[in-house]
């Protein structure tokens, strides 16, 4: 796919020299660089991960399961109205 893309005029020419001194294109420079990025990015790890925080148990007691007006009060028990 054929694109433009606007390079700093020192970058462009040093990669010039690179590219000229390898026999390699500006292209094959500019993709290879582009490779590089993409993969360290999805190598990176994710700025924040929540930790699992579960527990064994036998999930809720006999007469809660399915009912969350039940659980929702037993939650707000004693904290105002």
């Known amino acids: 796919m054929k694109t ?11 990669a010039k020299r690179v590219a000229a001194r390898e026999g390699v294109t500006v292209r094959a ?7 590089r990025v993409l993969d360290e990015r999805k190598r990176a790890k994710p700025g924040f991960k929540l930790r699992k925080a579960a527990f064994k148990g036998r999930g809720l007691q006999p007469g ?11 939650a707000y028990e004693g904290r105002g109205s």
């Open 4 to 14: 433009t893309i606007d390079i700093a005029d020192a970058l462009l020419q040093d």
């Open 29 to 35: 420079l500019v993709e290879q660089g582009l490779r």
């Open 64 to 74: 809660i399961a399915g009912d969350f007006e039940r659980l929702r009060e037993l």
